[in-house]
């Protein structure tokens, strides 16, 4: 059965190849061509050299081993981390650097070719020939001559070489470190290599310009001795309030005054509790000298009352009288009364003489009331000199304790000279310490030493790193294959014409009984 002719083919490698024999030429054409002129390129360039050196920034631009004063040691920082890596790159990248290093080594008047040598190699010899043929098609000098140019000309040069020389440098921090890589290439290594440590030598040159602190040390020397000045006026007038209030030192004779003040206080109170004490029990010893009787009695006995037995007789005596009178007179007589009278007065005398009886006795004093008014006697003496002990103490504490509010006074008095001296001693040591870090700064800045330093120098680069002529090649063959076989595939295309059975087949939907292939001759 016969395939339709609009029916899609699918290509076959036979395809491919069928189509690479049948335009052969084209491919041969156009694959050497490609090939020759990259090989062509990779020979007429120059060989092409890097050399590079690593600079470290350092945190200090020296470190003192040994320093006898710690105070006075000067101490000059840098910082070296990221911003200061960013700004010496940017110092790296000034265009003044540039122009600088440009002109020292006249890399402008430079020819553009380097001299023709017979002895070197073919390759490089036509090379040369080559450079020069197309700079003088171009119209350059080939000569560093510069009789024959004009200003204007030899400027633009200058600048069309600093453009070159900043793109043929490089210029990058390595990561994780304080360390700057430096690369440059050139056709010549040593100039390359000579470059590199002399654009480094110029970058530490303008470094430590800019890090120059042209007067600083008189600068502080001047404030130092004026700050010095003022301090010693200070410490002359805080000697003079000394001498006049009779301070030798405040402090230590507001501590021995609080301590004496607190001492007695202490001392006063425990007075206050003896006496207390002792009132309390002179007190007791009152009360129980109160209580008891001032004497004793020793012996007790009766005796015999003698009026009595008068006072017995002469009653009866009145009644006899009475007697004899109740005989004469009657019982409302006047003498008879009064006898009865008298009678009576002495019964009455009588019965009292009788209810008491006359004893006899002998006393002495209470002894424990004299114990008493002995022990009385003492805590009264205890007291005296308790109360003038207390008085003495209280004198003390009230003395003290005026001499500490003086104290104070004087104190409040001499806080502002305290705080002015302070403030002069502040500031004149921060001065001298200031003073001292230019001096040190001045002699690092004389011995050119900075916190820049060279970790790696530039050394002369042995080995070419362009152009890789391998690479070159193996490229143009890669480059020339694609170009040729895509041409080939493109021309083949453009051809309408039937080329295999399958075409005839495809397009004429007809049966194909034989096919004849048509002989060439390759002349």
Not at 313 to 331: I, N
Not at 443 to 455: E, P, S
Request: charged share 25%; glycine share 4%; hydrophobic share 40%.
């Amino acid at each position: 059965m016969m395939s339709s002719p609009s029916a899609k083919r699918v290509l076959s490698l036979r395809d491919v190849v069928s189509v690479l024999f049948r335009r052969q030429w084209v491919l041969l054409g156009i694959f050497f061509p490609v090939v020759m002129l990259v090989a062509t390129g990779a020979m007429l360039k120059f060989s092409v050299y890097e050399a590079s050196a690593k600079i470290l920034m350092q945190q200090e631009r020296f470190a003192l081993l040994h320093v006898p004063n710690e105070t006075t040691r000067p101490f000059i920082t840098r910082d070296a981390g990221e911003e200061l890596l960013n700004s010496q790159i940017e110092l790296l990248l000034s265009q003044s650097l540039y122009e600088s290093v440009v002109r020292t080594h006249q890399l402008h008047l430079r020819p553009p070719c380097p001299d023709f040598d017979p002895n070197d190699s073919l390759p490089s010899q036509v090379r040369v020939k080559v450079c020069r043929i197309r700079h003088q098609w171009r119209g350059d000098s080939l000569s560093p001559q510069t009789d024959a140019l004009t200003e204007r000309e030899i400027q633009k040069r200058f600048e069309r070489t600093v453009m070159a020389f900043q793109s043929n440098l490089k210029i990058v921090p390595i990561k994780q470190s304080k360390l700057i890589l430096i690369r440059y290439q050139d056709r010549d290594p040593e100039l390359a290599a000579r470059v590199v440590n002399d654009l480094i030598s110029r970058f530490q040159a303008k470094h430590l310009q800019l890090n120059q602190t042209a007067g600083a040390y008189e600068l502080y020397r001047s404030e130092a001795e004026a700050l010095r000045d003022r301090l010693v006026a200070s410490e002359g007038r805080l000697q003079q309030f000394r001498d006049r209030a009779g301070i030798i030192d405040l402090d230590r004779q507001k501590q021995l005054s609080l301590g004496k003040m607190s001492e007695f206080e202490a001392q006063l109170r425990a007075t206050e509790a003896e006496v207390a004490q002792i009132e309390a029990q002179m007190g007791r010893l009152k009360s129980q000298l109160a209580a008891q009787p001032e004497w004793i009695a020793t012996e007790r006995r009766e005796v015999q009352n003698s009026a009595l037995d008068n006072l017995k007789a002469s009653l009866m005596a009145l009644e006899v009288k009475r007697s004899q009178l109740r005989e004469k007179f009657t019982p409302e007589a006047q003498p008879l009364r009064e006898v009865e009278s008298q009678i009576l007065q002495a019964r009455r005398i009588l019965a009292q003489e009788t209810a008491t009886r006359v004893q006899e006795q002998s006393s002495r004093r209470n002894p424990n009331v004299e114990n008493l008014e002995a022990a009385l006697l003492g805590a009264e003496s205890q007291l005296s000199s308790l109360r003038a002990r207390q008085q003495a103490l209280q004198q003390h504490v009230e003395d003290y304790h005026e001499i500490t509010r003086q104290l104070d006074t004087l104190d409040f008095q001499m806080a502002p000279l305290q705080r002015e001296l302070e403030r002069n001693v502040n500031a004149y040591l921060g001065y001298l310490k200031k003073e001292e870090e230019a001096r040190f700064a001045g002699v690092l800045d004389q011995h050119n030493i900075v916190n820049v330093k060279v970790a790696e120098p530039a050394h002369i680069p042995i080995e070419p790193v362009a152009p890789s002529r391998s690479k070159m090649l193996l490229l143009g063959l890669i480059l020339g294959s694609m170009t040729a076989v895509g041409l080939a595939f493109a021309v083949d295309r453009l051809d309408h014409s039937l080329k295999t059975p399958d075409d005839v087949e495809q397009h004429l939907g007809l049966p194909l009984l034989a096919s004849v292939p048509v002989h060439k001759p390759w002349t």
